[in-house]
């Protein structure tokens, strides 16, 4: 069982910069695929990154490739999110998944937290 908490949402003007990050219950983290899952108003949901459990492979959507870092601290239990160059477009609320299926967990993650909310401003 994994139990996921995120953090790090919030209020941002275009252009700017969030971190969020994500702390995981349990001692077997670094066997676990991470990734982060967003859905935005009226949206359907959509893959933003995913990272393997010892934190070497990484993947991206398209749309936050440049923009967007995953990355996780083993030790700590905790996986982040950075996001820089903020589009309106990002707005939605990031859930933090985990799977031992890194391929399972850009669709159907079988752990997920409460989510966090991303509004960016105009």
């Known amino acids: 069982q994994v139990q996921l908490v995120e953090s790090g949402g919030g209020l941002v003007q275009a252009g700017g910069s969030l971190k969020l990050s994500c702390a995981a219950s349990?001692?077997?983290?670094?066997?676990?695929?991470m990734g982060w899952l967003r859905q935005g108003p009226e949206k359907a949901r959509e893959f933003v990154a995913a990272i393997s459990g010892g934190g070497g492979s990484t993947y991206y959507a398209d749309s936050v490739k440049g923009r967007f870092t995953i990355s996780r601290d083993n030790a700590k239990n905790t996986v982040y999110l950075q996001m820089n160059s903020l589009k309106p477009g990002d707005t939605a609320r990031y859930y933090c998944?985990?799977?031992?299926?890194?391929?399972?967990?850009?669709?159907?993650?079988?752990?997920w937290g409460q989510g966090t909310q991303v509004t960016v401003s105009s």
């Open positions: 349990g001692r077997t983290f670094s066997t676990y695929a």
């Open positions: 998944v985990a799977d031992r299926n890194l391929v399972v967990i850009r669709t159907s993650p079988g752990y």
